[in-house]
């Protein structure tokens, strides 16, 4: 048995420009659904399925994204949506954070890139940095292994490096 995790992240209105940043950075399919295509999640009686509001196509909120995904050959997976509030009248984090149901879509959270190699990973370091904030350089660290950190221009805070061992 095999498992592992994708990095989902969530925004207020801009996923479809991350996760095309993020294509262009790691290559890959882009893949789109947007909540006018499959409506809302809401809260349903029945425990065994979860049901979908309708968003009607001309409401400004049909071209959101509903679920996105970047995959790319070389491994490389992310996964993020447009967070609407527990009703999905609004975005959340349209009037203050957080969403009615508890989940805070304004958590602090790292996503970590590891390759085998310095060059493998160098690349992406500085496609992520482009319009983006660096933090520590790329460089070698004490323990041996090359290690940095960027902010890119979505807000999202990368732990570059390379694999242990």
């Known amino acids: 048995m095999a498992i592992s995790t994708v990095t989902h992240l969530n925004f207020t209105g801009n996923a479809r420009q991350a996760l095309e940043f993020y294509r262009s950075v790691f290559g890959g399919q882009l893949m789109i659904g947007t909540y006018g295509d499959g409506g809302v999640p809401q809260d349903s009686p ?29 491994g490389f997976r992310i996964a993020a ?14 009037d203050g954070p957080g969403r009615a149901d508890g989940l805070v879509h304004t958590e602090s ?14 690349e992406f370091w500085t496609r992520l940095a482009e319009g983006g904030r660096i ?18 221009r979505f807000g999202v ?6 694999n242990p061992g």
């Open 46 to 74: 029945d425990s065994e399925r979860v049901t979908f509001a309708p968003v009607a196509a001309d409401s400004p909120n049909a071209d959101l994204v509903g679920f996105g995904m970047v995959v790319a050959e070389n």
């Open 81 to 94: 949506y447009d967070v609407f509030d527990a009703t999905g009248d609004r975005l959340a984090g349209s």
């Open 109 to 122: 959270l790292f996503v970590l890139l590891n390759g085998d190699t310095v060059e493998e990973v160098r």
């Open 135 to 152: 933090i520590q350089s790329l460089a070698p660290t004490p323990w041996g292994a090359p290690y940095g950190m960027v902010t890119d």
């Open 157 to 162: 805070t990368w732990i570059v490096g390379t």
